[in-house]
């Protein structure tokens, strides 16, 4: 047999003609006019079987550079962190790896109990009221978060810091398209949210100022400072995208009384294949809890009083009239937050305080020998897991020269900011050892020679 499965045999095909009433498959496309339809052969491989298909497919992976093959010191919003052993193993079970939306709470009590430890954790870590089952990504929630400030104050204006990851700045553009709300971007000033700048853009039409903690060049935020300037216009609200494993360590941003918490889960238990799929989260208080976008799992009891979980405040269009919606995100990323639960329930409230920890401690470490090699650390000041070093090449040819090493450079920064031309944005995770620091530092020393 050229196939593990059992593929469709002449008989099986000519049977299935006959039970539609045609004689050949071209007379399923008799509708489609002749003008149209495709003459001749197409111009692909002939097939091949499935042990040839694989190995041809095995070697064009293999032809890829991997986080196993090379060392990675590359964040900018996508991270390589620890992932438990457990996590694979819970996940790969059928009735979470098939499980879908959990409408039926009589036969998924499993999968909605499992969200719902997703959104308790989530709360925990930010410091708010309440979050959601997941959102698709950081980006997104982050743009819904925006739009939902809109609503909510009826203003038409947002401030957003330029320190944000630039990619989300991008899916804000494109969200706000729709409702007609005004983006005014603010200036950062050695590497954070000029102070100054968003004083002077704050008004009365502002609906809300958004931030990012830790910001896209990992520097930490003055959230105190910036929720005094917020306070001056008392309907304006302050909206915070945070890397939930900083949340660790840093102060929640619901502490500093932030209105709305958003960010990316993708640093728990989900591995960085590619740039995605990921899991956004998005967390907020409770006066905003009937405007969340997305699914919320709620606990309740039987007609037994028994404990069970079902979906609630569902305010999405497939349940009520569009017009009345909070939003149009159909779904969410139910295994992706499964894998996210599973990792901080197996690192615990402890571990995962020592992850982050391990993660600045290894930046500060990386920033101190990149100094004594006589690298310039741009944006100086208390950071999270990245720094931005300078070069005096461009990053990119510098890139290609580490990869040559064994190593996965940094993040361009030119590539969205000229000014930062020749910037380099580097991440170090709990993952990296001294051994592959110092091994970067000389391979870097010796490039930059």
Avoid: W
Wanted: with cysteine; proline share 4%; hydrophobic share 35%.
């Amino acid at each position: 047999m050229e196939f593990r499965y059992l593929p469709m045999t002449e008989t099986d095909k000519k049977e299935m003609l006959q039970r539609v009433g045609v004689e050949h498959s071209d007379e399923l496309f008799s509708d489609i006019p002749e003008g149209v339809r495709f003459k001749g052969e197409l111009d692909i491989k002939a097939p091949k079987n499935e042990y040839q298909l694989m190995k041809e497919l095995t070697d064009l992976a293999g032809k890829n550079v991997n986080l196993k093959s090379h060392t990675s010191f590359l964040g900018a919003g996508v991270y390589d962190h620890y992932i438990p052993s457990i996590v694979d193993h819970v996940i790969s079970r059928s009735e979470f790896y098939t499980a879908y939306t959990p409408y039926q709470p009589e036969i998924s009590q499993g999968e909605l109990q499992a969200i719902f430890e997703f959104q308790t954790m989530i709360c925990e870590l930010t410091g708010m009221d309440v979050a959601n089952s997941s959102m698709y990504d950081g980006g997104t929630a982050l743009a819904e978060a925006v739009n939902l400030s809109a609503g909510q104050t009826k203003k038409k204006k947002v401030l957003v810091s330029k320190s944000i990851h630039p990619e989300s700045l991008d899916v804000i553009r494109s969200y706000v398209k729709g409702p007609g709300v005004e983006v005014v971007e603010i200036d950062h000033k050695h590497g954070v949210t000029d102070l100054d700048h968003l004083a002077e853009e704050l008004d009365e039409d502002t609906a809300s100022v958004v931030v990012q903690y830790p910001n896209f060049f990992g520097r930490i935020e003055p959230l105190d400072q910036i929720r005094s300037i917020v306070d001056t216009e008392k309907k304006a609200m302050m909206i915070t995208s945070s890397n939930p494993l900083s949340l660790g360590y840093l102060t929640p941003p619901g502490e500093f009384g932030a209105d709305i918490v958003v960010g990316d889960a993708q640093v728990f238990g989900i591995p960085a294949q590619y740039g995605g799929p990921h899991c956004g989260y998005f967390a907020t208080t409770k006066k905003l809890m009937r405007k969340v976008p997305g699914r919320l799992v709620g606990q309740t009891v039987d007609e037994e009083g028994r404990r069970g979980f079902v979906l609630t405040l569902q305010a999405r269009e497939q349940h009520i009239r569009r017009d009345k919606a909070t939003s149009n995100i159909c779904s969410n990323q139910a295994l992706n937050a499964l894998a996210a639960s599973v990792a901080m329930t197996s690192l615990g409230k402890q571990g995962l305080k020592k992850m982050a920890k391990m993660n600045i401690q290894k930046t500060a470490y990386m920033k101190k020998q990149l100094k004594a090699a006589g690298f310039e650390i741009d944006f100086e000041g208390p950071f999270f897991n990245e720094i931005v070093v300078k070069l005096e090449r461009n990053v990119s040819e510098v890139n290609q020269k580490l990869l040559d090493k064994g190593f996965i450079g940094g993040y361009d920064l030119g590539q969205v900011d000229e000014n930062l031309k020749k910037s380099m944005l580097l991440a170090v995770t709990e993952i990296r050892t001294k051994d592959e620091i110092d091994a970067f530092v000389k391979e870097m020393g010796d490039i930059h020679v």
